[in-house]
């Protein structure tokens, strides 16, 4: 198995702009999970999903930030415009069931310029 | 919110010697686990231990818990340098329907050669 999948690894952008994350989860697993890490606030957990249904967006900064999540193998993560602030390494998890471990994905490094 | 909370933030210390982190946390528990973050990676799962469980050992990794201290420790053991990296504990809660780890802010392990 790959593993949890991200793309792109690397995005560099200016103010303003539109960003997508992308994320593949391990086959199988049915809850997904976006967490952002920055040196000032570590892992914050953003969004997770259910069987592609949204549970909890409460960690979600803003309006500016979006999730979907339309089959079992595909999210993305959303930031429309995205803001300097919004820089930091940004974490896709999946795992199987409840009460086992949580596998990540590489992450993506955004820099918003 | 972060339920795990690690202590101390910041650990250095000479290859052989052995490294001690602790974990606090505030609710009732299903399991408690930890992960390990090298720079620039994901997390990946190190152990995980039942809330029925007081210890358990994994080659140079020992964990313990203390559910009515609501408390854990990892113990590394003959450290290589090679372990150094950031580990965090993560807890399922009791009653956790929506399938989400809590994670605490972890601990950043230094081991010198």
């Known amino acids: 198995d790959a593993g949890v999948i991200q793309s792109p690894r690397h995005e560099v952008t200016e103010m303003g702009q539109e960003v997508t994350l992308r994320c593949k989860p391990i086959s199988g697993h049915n809850s997904l999970f976006w967490y952002r890490q920055t040196m000032m606030r570590g892992l914050e957990l953003l969004i997770y999903f259910n069987n592609n249904v949204p549970i909890d967006d409460s960690g979600m900064p803003e309006d500016r930030f979006s999730a979907k999540m339309p089959n079992a193998s595909f999210s993305t993560l959303k930031i429309q415009p995205s803001e300097p602030r919004d820089s930091a390494v940004y974490f896709c998890?999946?795992?199987?069931?409840?009460?086992?471990?949580?596998?990540f994905g590489p992450g993506t490094r955004l820099t918003v310029l | 919110s972060q339920q795990g909370e690690e202590d101390p933030q910041a650990l250095s210390i000479q290859e052989g010697e052995n490294a001690t982190m602790n974990c606090s946390y505030k609710t009732s528990i299903n399991n408690l686990q930890w992960y390990r973050q090298n720079s620039g990676r994901g997390l990946v799962h190190l152990i995980l231990i039942r809330s029925n469980e007081r210890e358990k050992h994994s080659g140079r990794l020992r964990v313990t818990l203390d559910t009515s201290k609501k408390s854990s420790s990892l113990l590394i053991t003959a450290s290589r340098a090679a372990d150094t990296a950031s580990y965090f504990c993560a807890t399922d809660a009791d009653n956790n329907a929506g399938n989400m780890l809590t994670f605490g802010g972890g601990t950043r392990l230094m081991v010198k050669p």
């Open positions: 998890a999946s795992r199987d069931s409840p009460y086992n471990e949580q596998f």
